[in-house]
């Protein structure tokens, strides 16, 4: 599986923007990028996800260079519920096992808002 | 909010007894997955199903067994608990593969001693 590469822990402030970034050198043209949360004690939480193109929706944007090697999560002000374990996973798209792909969770990037 | 829950959330138990925990989920998505999380390790999949009566094993399947008679029950089990069993189990649906996210649960809390 192809893996991605994601800084330990970040910081930011309250109502300011904060990049997440994701390396993803070894993605295969069928992989889609997929970011999740887990705040603390809680289960994942789904974010965004895409294939080529830039995603926005209302919790974040992701942002995907071109030649996809790479990608940012986009928080565009940051609260302190934002504070979390960020992952960024992919997930293969011509997956034709028969069966279904779980996700391969790394360690994410720790988030921590300062107020 | 998908509509997953899970059964038991808490649960204490000795090592050697049988357990089951339950997932279930209102939305009728195809594929349900059942993940471990422990310290240092992030969350790991145990076993996974593509439909009713599909399962196959995932990552650290050992020691435990799964069953889906129902589009919307998925259970897990462990044969003879053991301490290393002691985690918090999650339960995930999606409706569909790599294009698709995945929905998780609330997680059990098991512990066995």
């Known amino acids: 599986d192809a893996k991605t590469t994601q800084p330990n822990s970040m910081e930011s402030n309250e109502e300011e923007p904060v990049h997440l970034p994701c390396n993803h050198s070894t993605i295969s043209g069928t992989d889609y990028i997929h970011w999740y949360r887990q705040l603390p004690s809680q289960g994942p939480e789904y974010v965004i996800h895409g294939l080529t193109s830039n995603v926005n929706n209302r919790m974040a944007s992701l942002a995907i260079a071109e030649d996809r090697k790479s990608s940012t999560l986009i928080l565009h002000r940051a609260t302190l519920r934002d504070a979390a374990v960020y992952y960024c996973i992919l997930r293969d798209g011509g997956y034709s096992g028969g069966g279904a792909d779980g996700l391969t969770f790394g360690k994410g990037t720790h988030l921590i808002i300062q107020p | 909010d998908a509509g997953i829950t899970q059964s038991p959330r808490h649960k204490v138990t000795e090592t050697g007894t049988p357990v089951t925990l339950r997932c279930h989920q209102t939305e009728n998505h195809r594929y349900m997955y059942w993940y471990r999380q422990d310290p240092g390790h992030g969350l790991r999949l145990i076993h996974y199903?593509?439909?009713?009566?599909?399962?196959d094993k995932g990552e650290v399947s050992d020691g435990y067994s799964v069953s889906r008679s129902k589009t919307e029950d998925f259970l897990l089990t462990l044969e003879s608990a053991t301490s290393s069993q002691t985690s918090v189990y999650f339960c995930?649906?999606?409706?569909?593969?790599?294009?698709?996210?995945?929905?998780f649960g609330p997680g059990t809390r098991l512990t066995v001693t």
């Open positions: 995930a649906i999606s409706a569909g593969t790599g294009g698709y996210e995945q929905y």
């Open positions: 199903s593509y439909g009713v009566k599909d399962t």
